[in-house]
């Protein structure tokens, strides 16, 4: 399966600062990528699909104008929280969706905002 | 967002027990996955099911594709402490693995050595 980091793992920022988290697909070229947000005990959430070279397609209910998403190279996607308030805090993941295989995940990160 | 329902929501079995959950939804999939994480990390792909009916196993884990495509089953045989997690079943509507996924509630694992 595909190799997926993310980076930072772990990040603490102060309200009304703006994140970014880097996802990339080590191994294989990804022209998908996927945003995931996971709130303490409950299960992953789609926020977004991050198409290569293209804008990006939210869900339902994601701010567009708040998480901003790049996916610039085939390898290379990255989420931005912008004027992050303590209710983003949360666990963000992407994945990377290779056809023929399936999609295989980031180990995450963490975003505190206080 | 939609969600699949997935049962029980928590098992707490002794090592070497047995254990089922099972994954269920109102509408047909054409893939079911099933993954598996531990706290602080990401899913990790255990079983893919491309075909209603279709038994599939992976070393002590079994999962099905429901007949009816609207649901799908894993087992563990012989439980390990590692075994210790988060189960989330996940379906696709459509298309391969460039489409979206849509996850299960989890079922939560303890196991007692």
């Known amino acids: 399966g595909a190799v997926v980091s993310q980076h930072p793992s772990r990040v603490i920022c102060k309200s009304g600062t703006s994140v970014k988290i880097e996802c990339r697909s080590l191994?294989?070229?990804?022209?998908?990528m996927f945003w995931y947000r996971q709130f303490p005990k409950q299960s992953l959430m789609l926020m977004a699909t991050?198409?290569?070279?293209?804008?990006?397609?939210?869900e339902q209910g994601v701010e567009k104008d708040k998480f901003l998403i790049n996916h610039a190279s085939l390898t290379l996607s990255t989420l931005t929280v912008t004027s992050a308030h303590p209710e983003d805090s949360s666990f963000y993941i992407c994945?990377?969706?290779?056809?023929?295989?399936?999609?295989?995940f980031g180990p995450g990160t963490r975003l505190t905002v206080t | 967002g939609q969600q699949l329902n997935q049962s029980p929501q928590s098992m707490f079995i002794q090592e070497g027990e047995d254990v089922s959950m099972n994954c269920t939804s109102s509408?047909?999939?054409?893939?079911w996955l099933w993954y598996k994480q531990d706290p602080g990390e990401g899913p990790v792909l255990l079983i893919a099911?491309?075909?209603?009916?279709e038994l599939t196993s992976n070393g002590r884990l079994t999962a099905q594709f429901g007949i009816t495509r609207k649901d799908s089953f894993l087992n563990i045989s012989a439980s390990i402490p590692s075994d210790v997690g988060i189960y989330f079943c996940?379906?696709?509507?459509?298309?391969?693995?460039?489409?979206?996924?849509?996850f299960g509630t989890g079922t939560l694992l303890a196991v007692q050595p």
């Open positions: 099911l491309y075909k209603a009916g």
């Open positions: 991050s198409n290569e070279g293209s804008k990006a397609t939210y």
């Open positions: 509408s047909i999939f054409n893939t």
């Open positions: 996940a379906g696709r509507n459509y298309g391969g693995a460039t489409n979206k996924l849509i």
């Open positions: 994945s990377v969706g290779v056809e023929g295989y399936e999609q295989y």
């Open positions: 191994d294989f070229q990804a022209t998908t």
